[in-house]
């Protein structure tokens, strides 16, 4: 298990379940010049699927960071 967190702007709870789809962003302002192109995740998700693992977003919320789980098998 890998925990990857941050002290950043947090995700709020109503973007949590979309933060993995592609081209999603939870800050509907932001385009490709100002916030990327909305892959990143679901590139990652993409990678530890095909690894036979999982990964989730957790956050308490804006000003709270997110924390980002990865759970691979181990044999």
């Known amino acids: 298990m890998i925990d990857v967190a941050d002290d ?22 932001r385009d490709r010049d ?11 998700r993409s990678v530890v699927r095909a690894h036979g693992g999982s990964i989730i977003a957790r956050s308490g919320g804006l000003g709270t960071g997110a924390t980002f789980r990865i759970t691979l098998p181990t044999s």
């Open 8 to 29: 950043g702007d947090g995700i709020a709870e109503e973007h949590l379940s979309h933060v993995f789809e592609r081209f999603y962003r939870t800050d509907s302002a």
């Open 34 to 44: 100002h916030g990327g192109a909305g892959i990143g995740l679901a590139i990652c």
